[in-house]
């Protein structure tokens, strides 16, 4: 079998301070065996790209809570359907951003609640809520499917409330998020009948953190939670053998990752 990781990135192999030190030995071992480590994230693609550089990663990756697939060209052997853009092989998941726009400003309008977007602030007031630096809020602002979004004074179950009732799908990780029909289980299940086409025999790991990392988790062989920064584990339903890392973010992730790997090595005919 070959094995292939499926990984959000904040809160789970990135740190509050978006540092990935703590899993650092685990990511070597990754890259010498030549295991595919494919970001599944809610960030958009220049973030993403920008993740990639500093892990010297170059397999495919998941932005934007699935809306868009991003395949490096001829990364695999055979044709793969969708659009050329900048080097890759794009697959559009999720609605395009100026209608998931259009929604969040009727949700606004019709529920009279103080509510806004990335596309509503400034580089600056996305660096205050994030922790980037403005010319980083620059890129997280480039969305092409999903809008993350703050509502003032609302919980969780009315926010997913409103935006439900408009047609959309809600999921929250460190803000709540609209998108369209996509989700990062639909993007891995995609890719990993890809993987499967070249490899035969694989073992998906998923590893995450949130609610928006929930249906990544629910279709690969062993779904991983790493701790949220408080030490609680996000819960969930209908997931059977999840494996709860000891450890918050990067450093639960540099915990688990190799045992998992280790248990895939003592099944028969595991291959890097």
Same mark, same amino acid.
């Given at each position: 079998m070959k094995a292939i990781i499926f990984t959000d990135l904040d809160g789970t192999l990135l740190?509050?301070?978006?540092?990935? +030190?703590? @899993?650092?030995? *685990?990511?070597? &071992?990754?890259?010498?065996?030549?295991?595919p480590l494919v970001l599944a994230t809610s960030k958009s693609r220049?973030?993403?790209e920008l993740i990639r550089e500093m892990l010297s990663n170059a397999d495919p990756f998941i932005t934007e809570n699935g809306g868009g697939i991003f395949i490096p060209g001829s990364?695999?052997?055979?044709?793969?359907?969708?659009?050329?853009?900048d080097g890759y092989r794009v697959i559009r998941l999720g609605a395009g951003y100026g209608e998931i726009r259009a929604a969040l400003a009727d949700i606004r309008r019709r529920s009279g609640r103080n509510l806004k977007g990335f596309g509503d602030m400034t580089d600056e007031e996305v660096?205050?809520?994030?922790?980037?630096?403005? +010319?980083? @809020?620059?890129? *997280?602002?480039? &969305?092409e499917f999903d809008e993350p979004f703050i509502m003032k004074d609302a919980s969780r179950e009315e926010a997913r409330r409103l935006v439900e009732e408009s047609g959309y799908s809600f999921?929250?990780?460190?803000?709540f998020h609209i998108t369209g029909?996509?989700?990062?289980?639909?993007?891995?299940?995609?890719l990993?009948?890809?993987?499967r086409s070249v490899y035969g025999r694989i073992a998906t790991i998923g590893v995450g953190n949130s609610e928006n990392d929930i249906s990544m988790l629910k279709i690969v062989d062993y779904p991983v939670l790493?701790?949220?920064?408080?030490?609680?584990?996000?819960e969930v339903e209908g997931l059977p053998g999840v494996i709860k890392a000891r450890g918050v973010g990067p450093e639960g992730w540099g915990r688990a990752v190799p045992g998992v790997l280790d248990t895939i090595r003592a099944s028969e005919g595991y291959k890097c």
């Open positions: 740190d509050s301070r978006y540092s990935f +030190a703590p @899993a650092a030995q *685990a990511l070597k &071992r990754i890259k010498t065996e030549g295991i220049p973030e993403t990364y695999f052997p055979f044709p793969i359907k969708g659009e050329e853009s660096a205050g809520l994030t922790g980037l630096t403005p +010319a980083e @809020a620059r890129l *997280a602002k480039m &969305r999921t929250e990780g460190r803000f029909p996509s989700d990062k289980g639909r993007a891995a299940e995609i990993a009948a890809f993987y790493v701790m949220k920064e408080d030490g609680r584990y996000e």
